[in-house]
């Protein structure tokens, strides 16, 4: 098979998208060399490109989260079953999920130990044992780890049974102070879909069915995938005293009396990557945002035999890593066709090409990966012009997604125009609530959505709830959801 087949074949291996959005989506995860499966169901291997991609949003964060005072910490990997039962509303949300240690080389532990689905416990037992005084808050910390949760399905990124993420959690001295940790974390995620990974979100909170085991409040951040359904890309929680009182946690306040801390935790995960592949990709693979990928730029010399083409390219290669560009040259002796089908399923943001008659005339060709435009660029721009149109290609996918999200935000006052809508390729669908569970659940069951969140904007009032047409001044945006 020739050089030009094989990357024919290549491309071909992807499910086209509009035909199979989820096969489509596995291939790109596979293909692309994100993901490999391991022996265990659900235990899936972050391969070098995948495991760069996080570690590019994990920078992003951590930078921020240290910008305001928050330190690392790394907390132990299993929690004693009399700990985790301390928090009943907490481990009866996570009970199903639990994996449990049983057994120390050959003998019987005394105790079970759970391996951590999450690690308010952890934090929870430490804290009893080190606050005093109001002196010594706000504490916050963060912890980068992977959490395991026995998930009856799984897919790629979006629901691993072991996962990698990072986990806030604070104390405060008021429940003002804590309410401000909450809502400023969820501001840290929103900025990071919207300005690093060009995802625009919804922002609001859960209902009480839909929130964090043991919380007061979840706030969440909603994100429009391509195919209209909605992922939960990051949560922030409100705790109240909840858990200082179910641990013991306390301090003396200003007036040297006893009291209970009020408490946060906030948490992002890998499965914001599934988010990226799902608002991003097209047929041709991954469509990666510059400021995470890689790979932001490829240079890809054509006729590389002859003379001086291999040498302006990797001067090029070296022109913009001195830019501080993440580039690659490839020099294999595949063909140019080849290469162009690799990169562009790889999602690489820019590639650029240079041949003889290129270096003659003393200028590049750029090609967009978001968009297939090519331009001419003098060799002379070129450090300043890659930047430039890697900011465009932000723009521009944010823009795409931003486009998406509008088309298919919708408001309904019946269940039976949410029906409709649903089953018209679905989206965002906004509807006035009642507040009753009831109501919730049977909005599930007649229409298949779930409440994604209730948005901060709640400019609509006075008009009937969908469900049981009693009054309501609560709006609630629902939809399918991964």
């Known amino acids: 098979?020739?050089?030009?087949?094989?990357?024919?074949?290549?491309?071909?291996?992807?499910?086209?998208m509009e035909a199979d959005f989820t096969k489509w989506y596995t291939d790109v995860c596979t293909k692309a060399e994100l993901i490999a499966y391991s022996s265990v169901k659900g235990l899936l291997i972050l391969r070098p490109y995948g495991y760069a991609i996080?570690?590019?949003?994990?920078a992003e964060l951590d930078r921020r989260f240290k910008e305001t005072g928050h330190q690392n910490v790394c907390m132990p990997l299993l929690i004693p079953e009399s700990l985790l039962q301390k928090e009943k509303d907490h481990v009866a949300g996570f009970a199903p999920e639990c994996a449990w240690v049983t057994l120390g080389g050959s003998e019987t532990l005394e105790e079970r130990l759970c391996i951590r689905p999450t690690s308010e416990t952890l934090f929870c037992d430490h804290w009893h044992n080190i606050l005093h005084s109001w002196r010594e808050l706000p504490l916050l910390y963060n912890q980068w780890c992977s959490v395991l949760r026995w998930e009856k399905t799984t897919r790629p990124f979006l629901r691993h049974r072991e996962f990698l993420w990072q986990e806030g959690h604070t104390l405060h001295a008021t429940a003002e102070e804590a309410i401000r940790e909450t809502e400023r974390q969820l501001?840290?995620?929103?900025?990071?879909?919207?300005?690093?990974?060009?995802?625009?979100?919804?922002?609001g909170y859960k209902t009480d069915k839909e929130k964090f085991a043991g919380a007061v409040r979840t706030y969440t951040i909603e994100c429009m995938m391509h195919d209209r359904k909605?992922?939960?890309?990051?949560?922030?929680?409100?705790?109240?005293?909840?858990?200082?009182?179910?641990?013991?946690?306390?301090?003396?306040?200003?007036?040297?009396?006893?009291?209970?801390p009020h408490q946060t935790s906030w948490g992002l995960s890998t499965r914001v990557i599934g988010g990226v592949i799902m608002t991003h990709g097209d047929s041709s693979g991954l469509v990666l945002p510059p400021k995470i990928a890689p790979i932001q730029v490829v240079v890809l010399p054509v006729?590389?035999?002859?003379?001086?083409?291999?040498?302006?390219a990797g001067e090029l290669v070296s022109r913009l890593r001195a830019a501080g560009l993440r580039v690659k040259g490839d020099f294999s002796d595949n063909s140019p066709g080849w290469k162009f089908a690799e990169y562009e399923m790889k999602g690489v943001p820019l590639r650029i090409e240079i041949g003889p008659r290129d270096i003659a005339a003393g200028h590049c060709v750029c090609v967009r990966r978001d968009s297939g435009?090519?331009?001419?660029?003098?060799?002379?721009?070129?450090?300043?012009?890659?930047?430039?149109?890697?900011?465009?290609?932000?723009?521009?996918?944010?823009?795409?997604?931003?486009?998406?999200?509008?088309?298919?935000?919708?408001?309904?006052?019946?269940?039976?125009?949410?029906?409709?809508i649903v089953n018209n390729g679905g989206g965002f669908i906004?509807?006035?609530?009642?507040?009753?569970?009831?109501?919730?659940?049977?909005?599930?069951?007649?229409?298949?959505?779930?409440?994604?969140?209730?948005?901060?904007?709640?400019?609509?009032?006075?008009?009937?709830?969908?469900?049981?047409?009693?009054?309501?001044?609560t709006a609630v945006v629902w939809g399918a959801a991964y």
Not at 254 to 260: Q, S
């Open 303 to 312: 006729a590389q035999h002859k003379p001086g083409v291999a040498e302006k």
């Open 1 to 16: 098979m020739n050089i030009s087949m094989a990357a024919d074949k290549k491309v071909e291996q992807i499910t086209d």
């Open 430 to 473: 906004k509807t006035m609530w009642c507040g009753e569970p009831g109501c919730e659940l049977t909005m599930k069951e007649k229409a298949g959505v779930t409440s994604r969140c209730i948005p901060f904007d709640q400019a609509r009032t006075g008009e009937a709830c969908p469900v049981c047409g009693k009054p309501a001044e």
């Open 54 to 58: 996080w570690e590019n949003i994990q």
């Open 230 to 260: 909605a992922l939960q890309s990051g949560t922030s929680h409100y705790f109240g005293t909840g858990f200082a009182e179910a641990f013991d946690i306390t301090f003396a306040d200003k007036e040297n009396k006893p009291a209970y």
């Open 373 to 420: 435009e090519k331009q001419t660029v003098s060799l002379d721009a070129i450090e300043t012009r890659a930047t430039e149109l890697l900011q465009a290609v932000h723009r521009g996918l944010y823009a795409r997604a931003k486009s998406n999200l509008d088309a298919h935000s919708y408001t309904a006052r019946t269940v039976e125009e949410v029906k409709d």
């Open 187 to 203: 501001e840290t995620y929103a900025d990071l879909c919207e300005n690093v990974l060009a995802m625009p979100v919804l922002r």
